[in-house]
């Protein structure tokens, strides 16, 4: 009887544990996105007139001024807007430094053309005969790049929560590319390896990069 309940009480942990978690993470991302709404006077917000918070209608503001502020910098008035704002930026010191520091890892990370994030490796870590799943972010630049000249910049999440990790610079030859993407990558990781990637018929091969 026992063996019967433990099995029943699992199966229904499978169900209901991704179902809570998912809600919970939309829970946290609409919330997030739904304190745009503060921005708008009292008499604006749709508590005032209904009574009782409207969940998700921040998140549509949110999204209009997203995709609003793309299309005005996409001319060239909104492009001279930008220019003009980072410009204010640049002159405040400590707000420079961040704000330059944040808008270059955007710019690396969403950019159609960047490398970053676009191909998962397969790399020796933490110790030899260690192998754990990363992800290719660059080359090394600057001063860095003068001595490391064939080596590449990776990054090295944690499981469960691949936010966090690891930045290293490896010696290209030592790191593998992998016929899998991304998503199946992030997955495999966040699972702790239960989730297995489909296989492929290609194999891992040594990373090739554009050197510019």
């Known amino acids: 009887m026992m063996p019967a309940l433990k099995k029943y009480f699992i199966t229904g942990l499978l169900i209901w544990v991704p179902l809570v978690i998912t809600v919970w993470v939309l829970k946290l991302v609409v919330g997030t996105m739904d304190q745009s709404l503060l921005v708008l006077p009292v008499g604006l917000r749709p508590e005032t ?38 410009s204010l930026l640049g002159r405040i ?48 630049g600057g001063a860095v790049a003068e001595h490391l000249t064939e080596h590449v910049s990776v990054y090295v999440p944690t499981t469960p929560n691949p936010t966090s990790g690891f930045f290293l610079m490896m010696p290209r030859s030592e790191v593998i590319e992998l016929d899998m993407s991304v998503d199946d990558a992030l997955k495999y990781i966040i699972s702790m390896g239960v989730v297995a990637p489909p296989a492929r018929n290609g194999t891992g091969h040594a990373l090739e990069t554009n050197d510019n």
Request: net charge positive; charged share 15%; glycine share 10%.
């Open 49 to 86: 007139h209904l009574g009782f918070p409207l969940p998700g209608l921040g998140s549509i503001l949110t999204l209009l001024v997203i995709l609003l502020t793309g299309l005005v910098t996409a001319n060239i008035i909104g492009q001279r807007l930008v220019r003009f704002w980072e």
């Open 93 to 140: 010191p400590v707000v420079k430094s961040i704000y330059y520091s944040v808008k270059q890892v955007s710019d690396t990370l969403f950019s159609s053309s960047g490398e970053a994030f676009r191909k998962a490796l397969l790399v020796e870590y933490p110790r030899k005969g260690s192998w754990t799943i990363a992800f290719l972010t660059g080359q090394p």
